[in-house]
């Protein structure tokens, strides 16, 4: 059984450029803490408009060290955008599959 990634950050290059949460397949389903970094300073936007992409105009907008909880089947379908470059989140995996489970044998 793989190891799934419990944590993780993602930043927006560019203001306006939706990016997902990430692109890795070992993520996998379950409820996941989002929390804006502390040193942003404009408005992060989460979400997916079914287009793969997030915007001010559908977004959920998460302020500097505002923090959400999302369930979801995939966080590779979850977009980040800000209002501002450099802008960021950090994620936490708080339920789903391995949480809470004995590591694997060595």
Aim: glycine share 10%; net charge negative.
């Amino acid at each position: 059984m793989a190891i799934l990634v419990m944590s993780g950050q993602k930043s927006v290059t560019t203001a306006g450029t939706a990016v997902a949460f990430t692109t890795l397949s070992t993520v996998g389903a379950g409820t996941f803490l989002v929390k804006a970094l502390p040193g942003n300073t404009g408005v992060c936007y989460i979400g997916n408009d079914a287009a793969s992409d997030v915007t001010s105009s559908n977004g959920f907008p998460l302020s500097a060290s505002e923090t959400a909880l999302i369930t979801v089947t995939a966080l590779t379908q979850v977009y980040l955008d800000a209002t501002a470059d450099a802008q960021g989140i950090a994620w936490f995996r708080i339920e789903g599959e391995n949480v809470g489970n004995a590591p694997p044998a060595a």
